[in-house]
């Protein structure tokens, strides 16, 4: 228990301090909740690319096997850019996928097979679900550290704040209380010697 003065001062000030710690978490538990619901939903997210991936990828395995020409398809295809935004959930910054630019290696359409072009599309949607995953990977990971964070302040307001100002408040109103006491009793003794002395 940190020291604390016993005066009418140092009560204002605890009562103050649990005033504002009453008032700020219902914010802390909103915001904890809300991270809770995002995260969740980014998470059902993605399980959807994953198995959208999942079954994309079990597409070009089948087809690398049936046409079994080894031809070097990720070679024509490479990621030119990624382009990202910013959004806010709950105070939280976090990148949000917006669209990603392929460069194509020029190729002779003669002399390649005709499932090439097809194998192309589908890696291009393989690498945009890649990347569309690696986002949302990095979006949990941020919204939660801020749960982490916002999770210890809600318990350092509920399990040490608030019962310490509390504790704090019924302390020094005791001791405020029996110092009045000790007052009123002085102040009576006084008065009595007083009558006392004043009647002999």
Known sequence: MARIKFTKNELKSQ???????????PTLLLK???????????????????????????QIRQWIQVFGEGYPVDSLLSVESVTTDTGNIAGVDIPVFKDIRFRHEAY?????????????????????????????????????????????RVNLFEKVKIPEAREY??????????????AVVRGKISKSNIVRSTGQ
Do not use: C, H, M
């Not at 009562?15 to 978490?25: E, H, I, S, V």
């Not at 945009?128 to 949990?140: C, F, G, H, S, T």
């Open 15 to 25: 009562k103050d301090a649990l005033k504002r710690y009453l008032r700020y978490l």
């Open 108 to 152: 002779d359409f003669f002399a390649t097979p005709l499932w090439v072009d097809t194998a192309v599309e589908k890696l291009e949607e393989l690498i945009r679900l890649d990347e569309e995953l690696a986002i949302l990977n990095r979006q949990v990971e941020l919204l939660e550290q801020e749960l982490r964070v916002t999770s210890q």
């Open 32 to 58: 904890k909740q809300q991270l809770q619901i995002v995260i969740r939903r980014v998470e059902a997210q993605k399980a959807e690319i994953e198995e959208r991936k999942k079954g994309l990828d079990q």
């Open 169 to 182: 408040i019924r302390i020094i109103r005791i001791y405020l209380g029996d110092q009045q006491t000790a």
